[in-house]
């Protein structure tokens, strides 16, 4: 029988992957927030196009389904992933085509005489859209993207199935060995807490910062 | 101020040549042919509806001409010149001859995100290249000259309506357009803010280099300084100098949107 203190340590070794894959897939989820995000606003209709389908895909299938594509099927077609860059890879799509939406429709709630006042300035399109419509798309969005990336750091769970020793991983293996049941998954709880919550509070920090003197 | 002997020489600020707008099926404005002189202030009135606001957004390329064509200081604005031809201008034509126009707008469109004095600042660093102490300090004269010196930090929501639309103002002068269009700027306004946007006007008025296109409901405003006065309904029914068109109208439409202005 382990000492609880030697479960912690198991546990935290867990929560360091967790980490890791939570910071770099929403890295990837917000570039490709962006990416998609804009490509469904683009003047060219097969850039549009393309940027739809993304979007439905990965918000039409199951992640579950996706991870499992990754890391079992493709072996059999001769592609090769580790376990973490295919949880990286899958959740930053996913998240990133839930992301693109936010990205698309606070950029579309700015309303049009703010890019009348820039043309008029006689602003470049680019200088219109980096200086004045994604400032203020931005605030729009951290409250959403705040969201996502606490049900991001949930979703990371799910890449123990494909045998990523992330902190459930590490919970479901410890309770295999130890059988202490309750006390494991009761601690797996109350890290993913202690993970979550700092994000919470960031988020709400973030968003105070943000509109205070605009409100 | 000019007079029309006098104008009639020069190379006109502006010149709409048969210009015809329509949204869809809708006819906005059929046949425009309006010469602005330079440092010429022309008020524009008409009923709701009447493609007052689409004459002025053509003016600074917000809404494309259907057809005929828009010189600013005698450089096609919508077309440019190639082998003797006339050819659709791209971007870059179109941002050189902008340049020369600017617009202030009823709902003010200031930047929300921006201090005061970055909303008046940021076009002259990032369009024209000013370096930004210069900027600064071109910023502050500007917005003292609307008297809004004391908010240069603040933000655009924490002033009044009025002083929004002074800071869009300042906004718009620093980029010294030779012609500028005014949307109704106080018909957004609570009526006790009207007063202070029309007095800097005025002097803008007063001042006299400027060219101005000032579309406006404060008839009072236009008498007072305008040096011609246009009454349109989806083309131009009939303009002349202020007394004349206010004080003997010829135009029976002209008559009727008068008389009921006076009676509101
Ligand atoms: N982008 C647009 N799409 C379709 N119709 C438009 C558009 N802009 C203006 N219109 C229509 O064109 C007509 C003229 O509009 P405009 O705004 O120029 O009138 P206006 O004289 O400025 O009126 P007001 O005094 O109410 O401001 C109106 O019938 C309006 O509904
Ligand atoms: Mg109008």
Redesign the interface.
């Known amino acids: 029988m382990h000492p609880p203190f030697n479960i912690l340590v198991q546990l935290l070794r867990g929560t360091v992957v967790t980490i890791e894959l939570t910071v770099f897939a929403a890295l990837l989820a917000f570039v490709i927030s962006f990416i998609v995000g804009f490509s469904r606003m683009a003047k060219f209709w097969p850039l549009r196009a393309i940027a739809i389908i993304y979007t439905e895909f990965f918000r039409g299938t199951s992640l579950l389904v996706q991870l499992f594509w990754v890391y079992f099927v493709l072996p059999l077609f001769n592609v090769n992933i580790s376990a973490l860059a295919a949880g990286i890879l899958i959740l930053g799509m996913n998240f990133g085509a839930y992301g693109s939406e936010v990205v698309r429709s606070s950029v579309l709630a700015i ?1 049009k ?2 890019t ?2 820039g ?7 680019s ?1 219109i859209t980096w ?2 419509i994604l ?2 798309a931005f ?1 729009i969005m951290i409250p959403t993207f705040g969201n996502n990336l606490i049900e991001l750091l949930k979703s990371t769970a799910l890449v123990s199935l494909i045998t990523l020793n992330d902190l459930m991983f590490q919970g479901k293996m410890i309770q295999n060995t130890t059988l202490r049941t309750t006390e494991v998954f009761g601690l797996v709880l109350v890290i993913y807490f202690c993970l979550a919550y700092p994000l919470t509070l960031g988020v709400r920090w973030l968003e105070r910062k943000i509109t205070v ?3 | 101020m000019n007079t029309n002997a006098e104008t009639a020489k020069v190379q006109p600020m502006v010149r709409y040549r048969n210009i015809c707008k329509s949204f869809g099926d809708l006819k906005v404005l059929t046949d425009i042919n309006l010469e602005i002189a330079p440092s010429e202030k022309v008020a524009v009135i008409g009923p709701s509806g009447s493609g007052k606001t689409t004459l002025g957004r053509m003016l ?3 809404e494309k001409p259907t057809s005929g064509t828009i010189e600013i200081d005698g450089e096609m604005l919508w077309h440019k010149t190639v082998k003797g031809e006339l050819v659709p201008a791209d ?1 870059k034509h179109l ?1 050189k001859v ?2 020369n ?3 202030v ?1 009823q ?1 003010f ?5 921006m201090t005061i004095l970055r909303n008046v600042m ?2 002259p660093v ?2 024209l290249g000013i370096p930004k102490d210069k900027a600064k300090e071109q910023a502050i004269s500007m917005l003292k000259k609307v008297g809004l010196e004391a908010k240069l930090d ?2 655009p ?2 002033l009044s309506g009025g002083q929004q639309q002074r800071v869009a103002i300042a ?2 002068l620093v ?1 010294h357009p030779k012609v500028m269009v005014f949307d109704e700027v106080t018909s957004a306004l609570d009526p006790e803010m009207v007063g202070e946007v029309l007095l800097v006007l005025k002097e803008i008025a007063e001042e006299g280099n400027m060219t101005m296109l000032v579309i406006t409901h404060e008839m009072a405003f236009a008498q007072e300084v305008a040096d011609r006065v246009i009454f349109m309904e989806g083309s131009i029914v009939e303009q002349g100098p202020p007394q004349a068109l206010f004080g003997n109208p010829h135009n029976q439409r002209t008559q009727e949107f008068l008389s009921r202005f006076r009676n509101a």
Do not use: W
Not at chain 2, 109 to 113: A, D, K, R, T, V
């Open positions: 309303p005489g703010q009348e006042a043309v008029v300035l006689n602003m470049k399109p200088q200086r004045i400032p203020q605030m003197g605009r409100a | 600074v390329t917000l971007e941002r902008r340049g126009a600017g617009m707008f709902q469109n200031l930047f929300p995100h940021e076009a990032h369009v603040n933000y929501r924490q906004r718009a980029m």
